[in-house]
C-alpha cells in the first residue's frame, strides 16, 4: 500500500534554531502534501496545504515565515521550523494524496515528529 | 462547512466484548468518511473510508463503520475487542474536492483484560 516516510521521528533543538521535517511519499505521487500540528491529546489541527510547484496554503493563525513549506516535487514535501521556540514544540505530522484522492490511496500518513525546543 | 462531532472522549471495554465509537457528521453535500487509528506517539492508520458507495463498509482489524444519511452517522463497531485496539480514533470527513480533512476530536479506545 501507499506508504508516507517522515524524517526525523524525534528532534530535540535548542531555542532560536531552525528544524527541517521531511516527508516522502515511497510508491505514488503526492500532488497534493498535508502539515499538521497535533498538541497531545488533542485532535489534529491542519496547518498547510501545499501543491506540488505551488506554494502552500496556510490556515488561518498559521505564520508562514516561521513555519517554511516547501514541496518541490511530487514524492517530497519539507517544513522548516524557523527560529524554533518552546512553544513551537508539539507533533507534527504530514499527509499525502495522490490526484485521484479518496478514490485513490486516499490520504496517507507519515508517523509524526516529535520536535522538543529546550 | 463540513464536520465531525465525535460523541465520546473515551470509552471502556472488556476484552472479547463490543465496541461502538460514535460519529456524526455535518454535511452540505454526500460527504466522504473515514475512521482513522493513531497509537501512541505514531501517525494515523486508515481503518475504513466511505465514499458513496456501499453504506456498510468493512476495514482493517475487523472494523467495520455504516454510513446512514437519515441518521447523519457513521459509528465505528468490532463485534469483539482486542488489547491490541487499544488507542486514539479519529472520525474525519472530507471537503469538496477532497482538499482537506476535518477531524474530529478524537475517542481514546481503552481495553481491558
Redesign the interface.
Known sequence: GAVVSQHPSRVICKSGTSVKIECRSLDFQATTMFWYRQFPKQSLMLMATSNEGSKATYEQGVEKDKFLINHASLTLSTLTVTSAHPEDSSFYICSARDRLGAWGHGYTFGSGTRLTVV | AQSVTQLDSHVSVSEGTPVLLRCNYSSSYSP?L?W?VQHP??????LL?Y?SAATLVKGINGFEAEFKKSETSFHLTKPSAHMSDAAEY?CVV?NT?????V????TRLLVSP
Open positions: 466522504s473515514f482513522y506517539n505514531k501517525g494515523l492508520q486508515l473510508k465514499t479519529f472530507s474536492g477532497f482538499q482537506k480533512l477531524f474530529g476530536t478524537g
